[in-house]
């Protein structure tokens, strides 16, 4: 009889791990893919959030909810507020071995520092069985705010093109970011000219300017690279040159040569050294 009881006894056991086996391995939604358009969200402007939701169970998955509860270590979702909706996407159902996708319009707060945000989510469902999951998931938001480094003024004529064979350059931050490693070079020909200037907050200026050769013709570049708040390095560049036509080149050298013979003819003149 005791036996029997613990044959009985093992048997239980033993369909129940089975049971349980089974349960845990085909109640499975798996949130496959997080995608946010644009990628690199903006202060100020709107967003999308897609998900791609894979139902790896054998059976289908039903009243599939996705809640926004908050930034990683506070329970609210300041600076992002889903549009025209709550904060809640729901799906009804996702048959056996299929995925299907959901998004939610969000906008950006304005005043939106730039970095990374974690925000939690609840995934919560019912699985074949008909028992309730729910599952804390955490995603990320990329913020940052808009680089964009302009040339205002470019001049082979000096500041106020008065000034003959003087490259003049001027630059401006025209974005919302703060623009980090500022570096300008200057291509003239076969020869490159650099100058650092480091950080340019939002709606600063600056300028470069240097000489430029009167009596040969000019193949020139100019590229600035920065860094926006993402570390992430960029680059503005512009090409200028000055063709000089061979007579001019001529009364350059004429130029000097008659300003080097009048010093001749001075120094001879003191020192009684011929006509």
């Known amino acids: 009889m005791k036996k029997i009881i613990s044959i009985f006894v093992m048997t239980m056991i033993i369909t129940c791990l089975m049971g349980i086996s089974v349960f845990a391995e ?3 939604l798996i949130v496959k893919q997080v995608k946010t358009s644009p990628e690199i969200i903006t202060p100020g402007e709107n967003f999308k959030v897609n998900f791609n939701l ?4 054998n059976g ?14 506070t329970a ?6 889903p549009l025209n909706t709550t904060n809640e996407i729901n799906l009804d159902k996702i048959e056996k071995n299929s995925d299907k996708e959901v998004s939610i319009d969000m906008l950006a707060d304005p005043s939106l520092k730039s970095g990374t945000y974690n925000i939690i989510i609840d995934l919560v469902y019912n699985n074949k069985y008909g028992n309730i999951i729910e599952e804390n998931k955490t995603i990320g938001f990329v913020v940052s705010k808009k680089a964009n480094l302009i040339i205002s003024k470019l001049s082979q004529n000096g500041e106020d093109n008065d000034e003959d064979s003087k490259l003049y350059v001027g630059f401006i931050n025209a974005g919302q970011a703060t623009l980090n490693d500022v570096l300008l070079k200057v291509t003239v020909n076969d020869e490159e000219y650099i100058n650092y200037y480091g950080m340019l907050e939002s709606g600063d ?17 100019i590229e600035i ?6 570390n992430r390095e960029n680059n503005i560049s512009k090409d200028f040159e000055n063709q000089v ?5 001529e009364e350059v050298k004429e130029e000097k040569s008659g300003f080097f013979s009048s010093i001749g003819k001075f120094f001879k003149t003191i020192f009684g050294l011929g006509n």
């Open 76 to 81: 609210s979702l300041t600076g992002f507020s």
């Open 60 to 73: 289908t998955i039903s009243d599939i909810t996705i809640k926004f509860v908050g930034i990683e270590g």
């Open 54 to 57: 894979e139902n790896k169970s």
């Open 205 to 221: 200026d600056d300028f470069y300017e240097m000489e430029l050769p009167q009596d040969e013709s000019i193949n020139g570049k």
């Open 245 to 249: 036509e061979e007579s001019a080149k």
């Open 225 to 230: 690279t920065y860094s926006d708040e993402l």
């Open 26 to 28: 085909n109640t499975n």
